[in-house]
């Protein structure tokens, strides 16, 4: 299994409040990404990020940021959170974008709600 | 966009032979995944198809027709354990950040496998 932790596992919060979750990986590899899952949508993508301090907007980033200041470290934060934002998130590394190198490894997931 | 469609649901028998299929429509396909997904766990990778063909993975065997937009998850021998949600992901070119590939998942076909 490929190395990928995230932090809290587990979370409850109120509207309004701000959460920070963290994924962490001991793989070196260069891509990481931010997906939500829900009931009847799947895996969404919220951000990547393809190198320290380099990241991008996904399908549904509206109401999230994110950072990476190390190789090993993707943050993602909701700044005020919202009931909406009730989720499953996962975290997913990549070696590259090409070929089979870009098969995407998922992390444990955290579970969050926001009352 | 993208536009992945796979069944919601499907039962079959220990021990017998289940196809999975999915169909796509996108611009800039580049290879299509298939995950594994147990309740209340992250998705794990099972194969990957990028050229038309079968490709074939102990009791997992993954085709794709690039020409129809169309794949399936062939898995024989089923075993109650393969109860799990099976996750069709296709790669296709991402017009912003790096220009990378990004995943575009499909709803995911919950299996159960009964005795």
């Known amino acids: 299994d490929a190395g990928i932790t995230q932090s809290p596992r587990h979370k409850v919060t109120e509207t309004g409040t701000p959460v920070t979750l963290r994924c962490h990986q001991t793989e070196n590899h260069r891509y990481m990404y931010w997906y939500r899952q829900d009931p009847g949508h799947g895996l969404r993508l919220i951000h990547y990020s393809y190198g320290v301090k380099d990241t991008d907007k996904g399908e549904v980033s509206d109401g999230y940021s994110v950072s990476r200041s190390k190789t090993e470290d993707f943050l993602l934060t909701l700044e005020s959170a919202t009931s909406s934002q009730t989720s499953v998130y996962f975290c997913a590394i990549s070696e590259s974008t090409g070929g089979s190198a870009n098969t995407q490894y998922f992390g444990p997931g955290t579970r969050l709600l926001v009352l | 966009g993208q536009n992945i469609d796979q069944p919601t649901e499907m039962t079959a028998t220990e021990g017998a032979i289940v196809q999975i299929n999915c169909t796509y429509q996108t611009s800039g396909f580049n290879g299509l995944f298939w995950y594994q997904q147990h309740a209340g766990e992250a998705p794990t990778f099972l194969s990957y198809?990028?050229?038309?063909g079968l490709e074939e993975k102990g009791r997992f065997s993954s085709f794709l027709s690039r020409s129809k937009g169309y794949s399936y998850l062939l898995l024989k021998e089923l075993q109650m354990k393969d109860s799990a949600s099976y996750l069709c992901a296709v790669r296709a070119r991402s017009y912003s950040g790096a220009g990378s590939y990004q995943l575009t998942f499909g709803k995911g076909t919950k299996l159960s496998v009964i005795p």
């Open positions: 198809n990028v050229l038309d």
